[in-house]
């Protein structure tokens, strides 16, 4: 880097980046708060200027600390996901358990018909 300051703010906000991820992943906090282009933009304009093997070390953690974020992005939208599935089997096997009144009932309410009463008459029956 050309300047001291140049370089010591490289590695403020670096270690910045590091401590924030960390805090994310520790205090187990919604990893969507991180906003991740942002935290890329600053490895990105640092990176082409950065020179000193510990400067470089700094870098390297904070986009791996970056990835492992992006780690938990992924896991809580796999847990979102799964709890949203549920297995036919089970279904089934709460329909068959459910009383024939409740069952019905629960058909009435769910049930919308396309068509009508008072388009259907009894001569198109």
């Known amino acids: 880097m050309a300047k001291a300051s140049d370089r010591r703010a490289a590695r403020e906000d670096l270690k910045r ?7 994310i992943e520790e205090k187990g906090l919604n990893p969507f708060l991180v906003n991740i282009d942002d935290l890329i933009a600053v490895i990105r304009r640092y990176f082409p200027n950065l020179r000193d093997p510990d400067d470089l070390s700094l870098d390297a953690e904070a986009l791996n ?45 769910a049930w919308h018909p396309i068509v009508e009463l008072e388009q259907i008459t009894t001569g198109s029956l």
């Open 17 to 23: 980046i590091i401590e924030f991820c960390r805090s």
């Open 65 to 109: 600390r970056i990835a492992s974020v992006i780690k938990l992005q992924s896991d809580w939208v796999k847990r979102r996901a799964s709890s949203l599935y549920r297995d036919p089997f089970l279904i089934e096997e709460k329909l068959r358990s459910l009383p024939l009144e409740r069952l019905s009932e629960a058909f009435l309410k």
